[in-house]
């Protein structure tokens, strides 16, 4: 079992929709918590950070932490062609360095 | 703009050959973390450098090294290529030696192994 485990899609919305992009992860180590976005042809950019469980929102996303059942969830409201990207999790825990999800494609048409 | 910036965008090479990858940090940035991306791997982590010194190993082939010179720019090193080693490699920085995980990223190195 991968320590991060995350649905590659490809995720196809039309413009509007809610979309929910999820993580699971295994070692209860892990305490901080990222969402990278990765638009064709570059590389990953922060999109979002926490450290502990909860919601965390800025704009029209949010990101949610369940530590207890090691699940972590990316919001995105109104979502936009623009978002049309690649979404990484990341966590990481006690050597720092992040371990990355392989990424949902997501497709947002007008 | 992320800041740290990798050189060259894209390569193509033969079976067997060596090259290297360049990377500036964004100013400041005092760790280089190297990445592989690959379609079936995802985002692997490599190696990791700290002010000129090795801080953190992952899954670094012994056919590749790295290292990160005293103005803090980082080579990594890909020899005895193989067609397996065709991929993304990203380099990203951090202020820190250990910090909570948020990298900037530069634009990659598209390697090509024919």
């Known amino acids: 079992q991968k320590e991060v485990e995350q649905d590659p899609g490809p995720l196809s919305v039309p413009e509007g929709a809610i979309v929910s992009l999820n993580c699971t992860y295994s070692?209860?180590?892990?305490?901080?918590f990222m969402w990278y976005r990765q638009y064709s042809r570059k590389g990953p950019e922060l999109l979002m950070y926490?450290?502990?469980?909860g919601n965390k929102e800025d704009g029209r996303f949010t990101a949610q932490v369940d530590k207890s059942s090691k699940y972590i969830s990316l919001f995105i409201r109104d979502s936009q062609p623009s978002d049309s990207a690649t979404y990484l999790c990341?966590?990481?825990?006690?050597?720092?360095?992040?371990?990355f999800g392989r990424g949902t494609s997501l497709i947002v048409h007008p | 703009d992320s800041g740290v910036t990798q050189t060259p965008k894209h390569l193509i090479t033969a079976t067997g050959q060596r090259v290297t990858l360049r990377c500036s940090p964004r100013?400041?940035?005092?760790?280089v973390y190297w990445y592989q991306q690959s379609l079936d791997q995802g985002l692997q982590f490599l190696i990791q450098?700290?002010?000129?010194?090795?801080?953190a190993k992952g899954n670094i082939l012994e056919r590749f090294s790295a290292q990160q010179f005293p103005d803090l720019h980082s080579e990594l090193n890909l020899s005895s290529l193989e067609l397996g080693d065709s991929a993304l490699y990203f380099c990203?920085?951090?202020?820190?030696?250990?910090?909570?995980?948020?990298?900037?990223f530069g634009e990659g190195s598209r390697l090509t192994v024919l």
């Open positions: 990341a966590i990481s825990g006690g050597s720092y360095i992040p371990t």
């Open positions: 070692n209860s180590v892990f305490q901080y």
């Open positions: 926490t450290y502990s469980s």
């Open positions: 100013s400041g940035d005092l760790s």
């Open positions: 450098y700290y002010n000129g010194e090795e801080r």
């Open positions: 990203a920085s951090s202020l820190g030696e250990r910090g909570t995980g948020e990298l900037f």
